[in-house]
């Protein structure tokens, strides 16, 4: 079930007021059944999987802690990381791959018939095989001590508000959080509310509006002018945005609502002065994960310059493959790394810069930010070029600028803007409070105006069908 859904709706509500009312001893067991149920409403038979992997690192953890030797434990590891991997590579990347080879052997004037498997990519499996890994390593490293509860493990594994599309969490941080006896806390609870309603905000009132332009051009750029091409690449990088850090802050919300606090996984990352810090303000929980178990096993930066840029490379270039089987997601990762090393050889980190270099840095970022953007969302990388080339060559003319060629509604351009204004000044305001917070301290009548604004808004703007989330493909 979507976070934006009826079935949501009354599923929350429910699993809010059982799990208070219920003694501690009994709610790790409820968290996994709601978990469960949740995730099977997707696709019941998929449940499999994640029991599967789950039970595939309980257990590794288990062994590793046993092993007498470091090769042993390399041993286990490498195989509970096969396992997950393999897991993953069958069901969302081995079509890709098989389709990559095809044509390869094509342009070699060998030809071969692809072999494909006719099979349903399961939701949120790239998210929890990458927890499932993490706490391995963990377990590997010292870090953190094998759980012997498997039932208690299981529930930090699916824990449905960040189940399906994060954040990453990690071991040391979600787990003891599901074993702590916990009391109800009335303002963590109505913070989370808040949060959420935020979230909803930013996904029903900004990104399904954007979508609605964005899927138009996209699926008919042969009749776009300019003017629509610009309109979708901008609009797009807002619907990314809103929609993946709306899902979110709906997912922290609701745990904040039981009493459990998710990582941040979005910080005002459209005002970064470089790509490397927009890295450290976007998905933060899926960026450190690669940092932490890929770009520093690789060498990180204490090594070679040459070998520094090609682990950044490496990194980003995985990242990229990890969003989506298509080589226009790899495209996306490499621009995102190729522009990462040309900081570092310049030494952009590093210089210390003014009030007007630092606007003019952000609006830079912004800019790759958005000719990325076009490579994550196209179907093909002809596509992403087709839009990026018809923008640049002008051979339309300025006509060809200001006027539509889809008759794009301009109410609906307006509705988008106005909403998008606010979420950059809240974004702003976000660099120095948290506006969450802040908002709960005003006095009752100033709260509940906002309230009102956000939630009569976010209502008004309900599509009627309802729209997944983007991140949910991945």
Known sequence: MNFNSLEYAIFLPIVFCLYWLMPHRFRWAF?????????MSWNPQYIVLILGTTAISFFAALLIEKCD?????????????????????CFKYFNFMSASLVELCSLLAINLHPITLNVLLPVGISFYTFQTMGYVIDVYRGNVKAERHFGEYAAFISFF????????????NLLPQIKTVKKFDYDEAAYGLRLMAWGFFKKIVIADNAAIVVDSVYSSLDRCTGFDLILAVLFFTMQIYCDFSGYSDIAIGTARLLGIKLMTNFKSPYFSGSLKEFWSRWHISLSTWFRDYLYIPLGGNRCSKFRHNMNI???????????????????????????QVVENVLGLNKITKSKLQHIISVVII??????????????????????????????GGIDWYIRSGIEIDESTIYHILIPVVAMMVYDFISLKRDVIKWVGSQKMLVRWCLYFVIIFWTILMLPLENSGFIYFQF
């Open 69 to 89: 030797t470091v090769r042993a434990k390399k041993m286990v590891l490498a195989g509970a990381v096969f396992v997950c991997l393999g897991v993953l590579f």
């Open 31 to 39: 968290l996994l059944l709601a978990s469960y149920y949740f995730y």
């Open 161 to 172: 508000p960040q189940l399906v599309a994060g954040p990453i969490e990690r071991t040391a």
């Open 313 to 339: 490379m490496i990194t980003f270039l995985i990242s990229g493959l990890w969003h989506g089987a298509n080589w226009t997601f790899v495209l996306w990762g490499g621009i995102h790394g190729f522009i």
């Open 366 to 395: 912004f800019l790759i930010c958005n000719i990325a953007w076009v490579f994550f969302r196209s179907k093909s990388i002809t596509d992403a070029f087709y839009i990026l080339g018809n923008i640049i060559s002008a051979n």
